[in-house]
């Protein structure tokens, strides 16, 4: 078990450090963060001064290592951009993130789990094939389209919700939260859907599947045959043995559900880790580009990381599959 | 004094009504927010126009683009030619009480010529400031500076007591690592005073009870909420459904779209600001074309070739959507310098480009690569594709490499591409600025912008006398021949000016200022 652990977490700083280098040195190619730091009127002169001033002026490997070492030490930098510390302004931007995905993920459950179970209980009905080829959009259709779509139906033409930003936030201890006010929750229902409808398909999908999956097995047939109602077994026992692969799916797609909303971000002015991210790209911010994707590599990591030992406790084959490749 | 408390509170209550029931919230959206509020840091006008608001300089460009008193009541230049005389407002109060004197200018003018400042370009012609009373200061320059004030207009004064108390005697420094205090917080003489500020989100300004023009402006607006919304569609959006009554960047294509909507309107104005291609005309071999040991930009028919072959009406219509003037030359109306026969627009005439070429050596053409940028000017990776299409028709095939602007500036600056589209706009409004950084060979301060690679001395020496001419007449004589041999040269390829389009609730109707700067004290 240490054995494991050793390994995997030797491994996991192998990929910070690997993601660390290709972010760093893709950046290099993003363009040079002095020409968008000081107005046309700069002199070569004045461009170098801040070059030496930003430390970019140095060969890249010293610049790397300067990068990975204050890194360790916590200090991520300063942003050319904001010219504030970037762990501040993350720590900042987190919460908005952390609420949309979490929304997100909620709304993708829910409504998968309840429209895939319907799906397949109702194989030929109307609504059944209407879910189907509904989910066959939110599978195909491009984010920013349907997030567009939404404010054009819900923001212009009939003016129920607002089409960006998070409204009125309250500040529990440091962490803003959209959850309490009105406009808040308001503000966080297009955005959840936009960025939860690929989630909610997939999930509808695989729902439906395996518990089609589980409706022609042997113990759903003894069920029947002990003259249980449709219902204890549709849901006591068809449901609970579908729904394994979808929290292992779940799992790790809350992982992308934080990495990949930024495309929602951008579309809904929302104020989160993505959209800074992308604001960053623009004005060539590297320490906030290479902190970031440091950061989301680390969060797959860890829930990789979790997945695993969860595995090694909860699946004994895993552990003895392990013991004879070993002998 | 128990008995007093009630009343004050009443008193305090019916004041409180009183200023709501008149108040004016202000929303108002970009496409990027103000990257900080340190008036010095960065000579941007996406930062000046927040800082506008909250901060004054000496003397300001106003909704006509005329140059107006803010903090200073009257300028002129002194018997000695190299000294302005400033004549200060008096009773002036920063937000924090403090008041305005020449000790705020002193130290505001030296903390914009320090070396952590971006604005030090402007003011690299002032020697020193001194102060003659608490409400004159004196500006000496290094020889004669007749513009002086044109480089002013958006230099900022900040309180000394406060800049030294919170530690941001310099402009942000990014060598401390460390956030300036003046990045988030302020503390100007404007008409409106910072109450929060979330960058990217949100910044609220409300309007500063002891501003010094109550009664002279308008003041209608009371609140300000300034929000950046990066994706175009969404800002659009959010007009349309009414969470905002002002876009400042509205896309070309949504123009249309967003003046039929009830209640809200589209003001247009020209831009002070010239797009144009570059050439290498002076080096005698270039990277960047397929013909050996020659430079074909160098042949002044090719540059006069590719100048006809470009059908700028088309452009106008297909790729701006009607909003650009096609231009001449590289000096928008609006700036000093600028005339009509100057501005006259090369002939459309695609076998007089192909004869030229032919006489030039060329009947085949040659191929060349264009550099363009895809994130800074309106549209303009379409417009060099347009260009592509229209020197293909001479025989020039065109190879295009847009890139973003944060790549494809350098590269100019280092006389890296021998083909490349550019924008400058002229904040000084005078031509001098136009010929000092894009005409005058490299040389220090001047030049920086220009890769063209050709060196006139004479042309130079001509430029460089513009600076300190106080003969004004003399001046624009000097002026009219410089521009007139960079239009007979044609080192660049004018194509137009940018217009500005500005969407608004009907309620606020704003003159579109031709430097793209709002002044939300004009409203009424």
Redesign the interface.
């Known amino acids: 078990m240490i054995a494991f652990l050793i390994r995997r977490i030797a491994q996991a700083v192998l990929v910070m450090l690997v993601v660390g280098f290709v972010a760093f040195s893709m950046f290099r ?16 002169a ?2 170098a ?2 070059a030496e ?3 970019i002026d140095r060969p890249f490997p010293v610049q790397f290592a300067r990068f990975v070492g204050n890194a360790l030490n916590g ?1 991520f ?2 942003s ?6 970037v762990m ?1 302004l993350i720590q900042e931007r987190l919460p908005a993130t952390l609420e949309l995905a979490l929304c997100a993920a909620m709304f993708a459950l829910v409504f998968g789990i309840g429209a895939g179970v319907y799906t397949a209980l109702h194989r030929d009905g109307a609504l059944s094939h209407a879910a189907m080829t509904l989910s066959l959009i939110g599978v195909s259709l491009p984010t ?1 389209l349907i997030g ?1 779509g939404l ?2 139906l819900f ?2 033409e009939l ?1 129920w919700l ?5 409204g009125q936030v309250v500040d529990v201890g440091g962490w803003k939260s959209g959850f309490l006010t009105q406009s808040g929750l308001r503000s966080l229902v297009l955005p959840t859907i936009t960025l939860g409808l690929f989630q909610m398909t997939l999930i509808m999908r695989l729902v439906r599947s395996e518990m089609l999956e589980v409706l022609r097995t042997d113990y759903i047939k003894f069920a029947r045959a002990r003259g249980l109602h449709d219902r204890a077994i549709h849901y006591g026992h068809a449901l609970k043995n579908t729904l394994i692969p979808v929290i292992t799916l779940m799992g790790i797609r809350l992982g992308s559900l934080v990495a990949f909303a930024i495309i929602t971000e ?4 929302w ?1 989160g880790v993505g ?2 991210f ?2 960053s790209v ?3 911010d590297v320490p906030m580009m290479a902190s970031y994707l440091v950061l989301v590599a680390a969060f797959f990591v860890v829930v990789n990381l979790v997945v695993d030992l969860a595995y090694y406790r909860v699946d004994p084959r895993l552990r003895t599959d392990h013991a004879t490749a070993r002998s | 004094m128990r008995k007093i408390a009630p009343l004050a509170g009443a008193t305090a209550l019916a004041i409180c009504f009183a200023v709501s029931a008149q108040a004016e919230t202000f929303r108002w959206a970009r496409g ?1 927010d103000a ?2 509020l ?1 008036p010095h ?4 006008g996406q930062n000046f126009g927040v800082l506008h608001q909250i901060y004054e300089p000496l003397v300001h460009r106003d909704q006509e683009s005329k140059i107006v008193p803010a903090l200073a009541t009257s300028w002129s230049i002194t018997s000695d030619k190299n000294v302005w005389e400033f004549k200060l407002r008096p009773n002036v109060k920063f937000h924090n009480g403090n008041a305005f004197t020449a000790d705020d200018v002193i130290f505001s003018i030296n903390r914009a010529k320090g ?2 400042s ?5 003011l690299t012609s002032v020697v020193n400031v001194t102060k003659v009373d608490d409400l004159t200061v004196r500006m000496t320059t290094e020889g004669p500076n007749p513009l002086l004030v044109n480089n002013l207009t958006n230099l900022f004064m900040m309180d000394k007591e406060w800049a030294e108390a919170n530690n941001v005697v310099k402009a ?4 401390n ?4 205090f003046a ?2 917080n302020t503390n100007g003489t404007g008409p409106y005073a910072l109450v929060t500020r ?5 910044t609220v300004m409300r309007a500063n009870p002891n501003y010094w023009g109550k009664g002279q402006f308008p003041l209608k607006v009371t609140e300000i909420v300034y ?5 175009a ?3 659009i ?2 007009l ?4 905002l009554d002002f876009v400042q960047d509205m896309p070309v294509q949504d123009i249309t779209r967003v003046s039929q909507t009830s209640g809200l309107r589209v003001n247009l104005g020209l831009e002070n600001r010239s797009i144009f291609l570059g050439l290498n005309a002076g080096d005698a071999d270039i990277k960047w074309d397929d013909v050996q040991g020659k430079n074909p930009l160098g042949d002044k028919r090719v540059r006069k070739a590719m100048e006809m072959a470009i059908n700028r009406e088309a452009i106008k219509t297909v790729v701006m959507a009607g909003q650009s003037i096609p231009s001449g030359t590289l000096v928008p109306p609006t700036v000093h310098g600028y005339t009509k026969d100057l501005d006259a627009i090369p002939t459309w005439d695609i076998n007089a480009a192909k004869a030229l070429m032919t006489q030039a050596g060329y009947p085949n053409g040659f191929g060349i690569t264009l550099h363009c940028p895809n ?1 800074r000017y309106v549209n303009d990776e379409k417009i060099c594709q347009a260009v592509v299409g229209f020197l293909g028709q001479i025989g020039v095939k065109v190879n295009l490499a847009a ?8 590269e100019i ?1 280092k006389d890296e591409v021998d083909f490349w589209l550019l924008g ?2 002229v904040p000084t409004y005078d031509a001098e600025y136009v010929l000092s ?1 894009l005409y005058h060979s490299r040389e ?2 001047r030049g ?2 220009n890769a063209t690679r050709v060196k006139n001395k004479d042309m130079d020496d001509k430029i460089k006398s513009l600076t300190a001419e106080v003969d004004f007449k003399k001046r624009d004589a000097t002026i009219a021949e410089v521009l007139k041999w960079a239009k007979d040269e044609a080192l660049y390829i004018p194509l137009h000016n940018q217009t500005l389009a500005w969407g608004m609730k009907n309620r606020f109707n704003v003159r579109v200022q031709d430097e793209n700067q709002l002044f939300v004290k004009y409203i009424n």
């Open positions: 190619f993003v363009g040079d963060p002095v020409s968008i730091m000081v107005g046309q009127e700069a002199t070569a004045d461009r001064a801040m001033r930003l430390g200090d930098g300063i050319y951009r904001v010219g504030r510390p501040d920013f567009i404010i054009f923001s212009v003016n607002p089409s960006f930003g998070r951008t579309v809904f002015q104020p959209f800074l992308v604001a623009q004005a060539v | 990027q990257t900080t340190d840091a960065q000579n941007s070396e952590t971006d604005l030090r370009g402007l942000q420094d990014f060598k690592k460390e956030e300036n990045v988030r979330e960058a990217d989100v949100r929000t950046p919304i990066t994706a569609g969404t800002r959006a959010a349309l459904s009414g969470e994130n890139r973003p602007m944060a790549q494809h500036s350098p600056q400058w706009g950084f220090g301060s920086g912008w």
